[in-house]
T-cell receptor, first 116, second 122 residues
Framework: GAGVSQSPRYKVTKRGQDVALRCDPI?????LYWYRQALGQGPEFLTY????????KSGLPNDRFSAERPEGSISTLTIQRTEQRDSAMYRC??????????????FGQGTRLTVV | AQTVTQSQPEMSVQEAETVTLSCTYD???????LFWYKQPPSRQMILVIR??????QNATENRFSVNFQKAAKSFSLKISDSQLGDTAMYFC???????????????????FGKGTKLSVIP
């Protein structure tokens, strides 16, 4: 596609429910990242995929958070048993390759998650 | 671990004037990239400018330029001839060289500062 697409744009969920956030990266982009951005803060790294392999999940805050990218394209970030502190903007980014000339990450519009 | 500090939560500048946004970082890495991202009210994240740490020459992109001081671990952004469309949050970000070099395995994760809110006043 023309850009990184995330859905839904907005999600309101009740505490304790599970949510799934979707990211469709730019076609051909090998690397995919998930970030979380709290209000008034910069984005914080959550996890990274190279093709379908989740190579770094060091930023996932706890085991309620998981992510997958089964076919090396679309990725899903799942939050189980949501808590109010999970409320934030969740951003996906993709980049073409791991080469030094391709360190530019293209960000999606984000999913604004509100847990009530 | 790397940290990025933006000490100016908010700044304002008159249209057509020049403004400089500050950023300092802390790292033990010798090879890395530095970035400035712009986040307008639409909440997009847009890359403004990128600097490779091994390059001594400061990066420039039209009205945007950086002052990269590697020894001081400082990376400021200068916006010349400010325009109303420059009103946005600006984030400084750090990316270390992944394990195995830039062609190897390892993530190109970005570490962001807390941002500076820039308002351009007509």
């Amino acid at each position: 596609g023309a850009g990184v697409s995330q859905s839904p744009r907005y999600k309101v969920t009740k505490r304790g429910q599970d949510v799934a956030l979707r990211c469709d990266p730019i076609s051909g982009h090998v690397s995919l990242y998930w970030y979380r951005q709290a209000l008034g803060q910069g984005p914080e790294f959550l996890t990274y995929f190279n093709y379908e392999a989740q190579q770094d999940k060091s930023g996932l805050p706890n085991d309620r958070f998981s992510a997958e990218r089964p076919e090396g394209s679309i990725s899903t970030l799942t939050i189980q048993r949501t808590e109010q502190r999970d409320s934030a903007m969740y951003r996906c980014a993709s980049s073409f390759s791991r080469g030094a000339l391709n360190t530019e990450a293209f960000f999606g519009q984000g999913t604004r998650l509100t847990v009530v | 671990a790397q940290t990025v500090t933006q000490s100016q939560p908010e700044m304002s500048v008159q249209e057509a004037e020049t403004v400089t946004l500050s950023c300092t970082y802390d790292t033990s890495e010798s090879n890395y990239y530095l970035f400035w991202y712009k986040q307008p009210p639409s909440r997009q994240m847009i890359l403004v400018i990128r600097q490779e740490a091994y390059k001594q020459q400061n990066a420039t992109e039209n009205r945007f330029s950086v002052n990269f001081q590697k020894a001081a671990k400082s990376f400021s952004l200068k916006i010349s001839d400010s325009q109303l469309g420059d009103t946005a949050m600006y984030f400084c970000a750090f990316m270390k060289q992944p394990r195995g070099g830039y062609s190897g395995a390892g993530s190109y994760q970005l570490t962001f500062g807390k941002g500076t809110k820039l308002s351009v006043i007509p």
